[in-house]
T-cell receptor
Framework: GQQLNQSPQSMFIQEGEDVSMNCTSS?????WLWYKQDPGEGPVLLIA?????ELTSNGRLTAQFGITRKDSFLNISASIPSDVGIYFC?????????????FGKGTKLTVNP | GAVVSQHPSRVICKSGTSVKIECRSL??????MFWYRQFPKQSLMLMAT?????????EQGVEKDKFLINHASLTLSTLTVTSAHPEDSSFYIC?????????????FGSGTRLTVV
């Protein structure tokens, strides 16, 4: 099946630093989504991308849908302690009607005050 | 808007018993809901797609007789782990799509931590 390769697996940064993570695939996707998951909670949607080349911001977060439709990145600027968590990318494959998402393995972010 | 409520948040049960987990869409109707399983430090694994008024669609390798799914209304799907064993201990998460939001209204519940002792 389709897979998303998410990197890095984990990051340890100082408060105030910028963060970048990405997902790549050998297959194309119609939609790219970025989620954040706190311990013991379900994922919360951060940014949704619908068109190749689309660049979208949500506060300090910026994400882009790769022009080839096979990759996406998420940037977090000026990180703060509450940014700690696991970030997942997810993609919606082009197969019609299934609505199933494919998830990356996650990037665990640690922010040191 | 687009709130998905999952209950219970935590449950401990004895081996051999069955456990029911509920997933409700509070402010929208969901003809399709999804059930995921997440092991510690791992990503979400789709178990099945719950379809309102019809049988659930299970992913390869997921035992349908073990994980019973019922989607009897447009706002409620239930996952029953039957004859639970310690290896069924995991974090179970549901999600639903709010088509009425126009764009991608894909919302997750807060998850259920199941511990089988």
């Amino acid at each position: 099946g389709q897979q998303l390769n998410q990197s890095p697996q984990s990051m340890f940064i100082q408060e105030g630093e910028d963060v970048s993570m990405n997902c790549t695939s050998s297959s194309i996707f119609n939609t790219w989504l970025w989620y954040k998951q706190d311990p013991g909670e379900g994922p919360v949607l951060l940014i949704a991308l619908y068109k190749a080349g689309e660049l979208t911001s949500n506060g300090r977060l910026t994400a882009q849908f790769g022009i080839t439709r096979k990759d996406s990145f998420l940037n977090i600027s000026a990180s703060i302690p509450s940014d700690v968590g696991i970030y997942f990318c997810a993609g919606e494959p082009p197969q019609g009607g299934s609505e199933k998402l494919v998830f990356g393995k996650g990037t665990k972010l640690t922010v040191n005050p | 808007g687009a709130v998905v409520s999952q209950h219970p948040s935590r449950v401990i049960c004895k081996s051999g018993t069955s456990v029911k987990i509920e997933c409700r869409s509070l402010d929208f109707q969901a003809t399709t809901m999804f059930w995921y399983r997440q092991f510690p430090k791992q990503s979400l694994m789709l178990m099945a797609t719950s379809n309102e008024g019809s049988k659930a669609t299970y992913e390869q390798g997921v035992e349908k007789d073990k994980f019973l799914i019922n989607h009897a209304s447009l706002t409620l799907s239930t996952l029953t782990v039957t004859s639970a064993h310690p290896e069924d201990s995991s974090f179970y998460i549901c999600s639903a799509r709010d088509r009425g939001r126009g764009r991608y209204g894909y919302t997750f519940g807060s998850g259920t931590r199941l511990t089988v002792v």
